[in-house]
């Protein structure tokens, strides 16, 4: 068996992604090879102060935190080979992290709740985000089968500069192990579901990807047919001007007493012009849950209307790269009382310190009005500072 240091390993998963669009280098994996099959390991780790300081209903609170960002932390197993023809990979990655909600240090709750419900906290779980294998060729395409990434949101949030920061951190909580980032201020979270799915081979820099994914009851009690997902794709480099065009659709019914259907669709662009980039996109959506929440299917008001917007603009300096975004959900119908909004601006500073460690400093302001899902307001103010690293 031969081991080697390999980069650009990471290109094969989805954090490969995340490098490439936000322009912070390549990742560094260590690879191991025997007879014409090849496992890569790679992963990354990140931990962040944040001082946060939140006003709702005329009342001020302020918490420090030792935490997570909007990713959490990642360890890939990566199986390669090419066996008659076929491109096979599997893929098992683990996410951890660093947060427990515990006011006890050694235990995973505190001994004085009494086990009451939603007193015990994990000392940090585990989520299992990669499960899957697929196979295919440059003349057909690829077939994908397990848990990945979804197809909805899947390009707007690796193009999120927060993704290797902090951003909006309202909804962060044990055991995600994250913040959300811009999620619910400008994209609803795509999330990794089980699929079935398709990827044509690019041509031309188009592409195309569709499949089935696991249904979600949200509404009624039968989910006869699976959720789909599709997105199509096109990407252009030049020597100095790159970019990227999408659009994405998701749709799934229910069935029974209380059912609806739910459909979104999305639109959105990068344009690169020397080192600046610049972002923007938008969806829409109909009984996708409450886009001010972010979680796709989370419908506490039944059959709601969500849309939103994010701009985002970057400028790399060297090895430093500074950023600003913004972005908006909005909520109404179904159950709702009011037009709920969540909007949030982030600046940040990105500084690759060498080719494993990124330090990162950003500044976060939220503000959540509507009566069903933000009564008396809420307006956030959080600075974070940390790092991560890929390896």
Known sequence: MKSRAKTGV???????????????????AVSFTQGDSTIDINGTINGFYSHRTAESGGEKTTNSALTNGLLPGWINFVFTTKVEGLDIKAHVGFAPGIN??????????????????GCDSPFSQIDTRNLYFQFGS?????????????LFGQKIILSDMTLLGLGGNSYAATPFNT??????????????????TYTTPTMSGFSASAGIFDPNRFAGDETKDPAFQG????????SSVSGS??????????SGTGSFDANGYELGGKLGIGNFEAVAYGFRGKGLGLSTVGALYFSPFEKTEGKGYFVQ??????????????????DSDGLLTDTNKFKSMTVGVYHSLNKYITLVGEFNREKGTGSDVFPGDLKTRTISLGGIIFF
């Open 10 to 28: 990471f290109q094969r998963t989805v954090l490969a992604s995340a490098l490439c669009v936000l322009g912070l280098g390549q990742a560094h």
């Open 179 to 196: 913040t959300f980032g811009m999620i619910g201020h400008g994209y609803m979270y795509t999330g990794f579901q089980p699929q079935i």
């Open 313 to 330: 603009g970057t400028y790399k300096f060297g090895k430093t790269k500074v950023g600003i975004n913004y972005g908006e959900n909005r």
């Open 231 to 238: 997105m199509l794709n096109y990407d252009w480099k030049g």
């Open 138 to 150: 440059s003349d057909w395409g690829t077939v994908k089968l397990g848990r990945d990434i979804g």
């Open 245 to 254: 065009v999408w659009a994405g659709a998701v749709h799934q019914t229910t």
């Open 100 to 117: 427990d909600k515990s006011d006890v240090v050694g235990l995973p709750s505190n001994p004085g709740c009494g086990g009451a419900t």
